[in-house]
């Protein structure tokens, strides 16, 4: 199997599975490859129909999605045109399916593998273990290729939740620096290196709406705009900015409820690539 990703957080190194999402309506066969992937060191998340695995993409990002075709509702396929429609990152698929004669067509499909069922369990992890590498450097390429793309300070305690977060803003180009606490966003922040700050609002050390109060008021952070998500209702006005009578903001600059990859990320965009404004 390949090697585990590592991240360095201070003196302690933390170890991320690879993760798959196992799409398939077969539950003796969900459940057996469940507990087959992680005992070979997966972390391993079940979806019994393409609608519900479309719901989990919404607030995860797997390494590889392992999908069968023939399901109830949309099936694989519709998961497959869904996935390709949205504005999100390519996470790879591999097909497992009982359907073998399907192959060739997938020969000319954009999926990154393809096997027939039954197949053994071997077969199924080296194949899983192929795709995970083939595509590995080709997904966070984009936030390599430059060096100026803009640098988001993101704000998240959950380890789990803000390595997804990261991962998804980089592929799309974003720079992320990771902090899990108030203070230290605010010591970060100063510095001059963040275009954009990101952070939750029930939050260790200082919650997110006194973090975004004390960088509104620092001269060096003023300007830099903020995204609060997991936002209670108190600080929702319309998911747009508080003003003072000079016209400086004075809260967020925008304000979510959602904590998911997508919507913060269309957050973000708004923020760092506004429309131009009609002449």
Do not use: W
Not at 100 to 114: H, L, R, T
Request: proline content about 5%; some cysteine; glycine content about 8%.
């Amino acid at each position: 199997m390949s090697d585990n990703d590592k991240t360095d957080n201070g003196d302690k190194e933390i170890v991320r599975k690879k993760h798959i999402l196992l799409v398939d309506d077969e539950e003796h066969l969900l459940v057996t490859l469940r507990d087959f992937l992680t005992h070979e060191g997966y972390e391993v998340t079940l979806a019994r129909t393409a609608e519900k695995a479309l719901a989990k993409l919404e607030k995860m990002e797997p390494d590889v999605v392992v999908l069968d075709i023939s399901m109830p509702g949309i099936g694989g396929m519709g998961f497959l045109r869904r996935r390709g429609e949205a504005d999100g990152p390519s996470i790879p698929v591999l097909v497992l399916t009982a359907r073998a004669n399907m192959k060739q067509f997938f020969d000319e499909v954009e999926v990154n593998g393809f096997l027939s069922k039954p197949c053994a369990k071997e077969d199924l992890l080296s194949e899983i273990n192929r795709v995970i590498e083939e595509t590995a450097d080709r997904r966070v390429e984009p936030a390599k290729k430059e060096n100026t793309s803009p640098v988001i300070l993101l704000g998240e305690d959950d380890d789990k939740l803000a390595d997804v977060l990261r991962r998804n803003f980089e592929r799309h180009g974003y720079g992320v620096t990771v902090v899990p606490s108030g203070p230290e966003v605010l010591e970060i922040a100063p510095k001059g290196q963040v275009d954009l700050v990101v952070i939750k609002e029930i939050f260790t050390g200082m919650n997110g709406d006194k973090v975004v109060s004390l960088l509104k008021a620092m001269p060096s952070t003023k300007a830099v705009p903020i995204v609060l998500y997991g936002a209670r209702i108190k600080n929702l006005t319309n998911g747009s900015a508080n003003y003072d009578e000079n016209g400086h903001v004075t809260g967020p600059d925008k304000s979510i409820r959602e904590t998911d990859s997508v919507s913060l990320l269309s957050a973000i965009k708004k923020l760092l690539e506004p429309e131009p404004t009609a002449v």
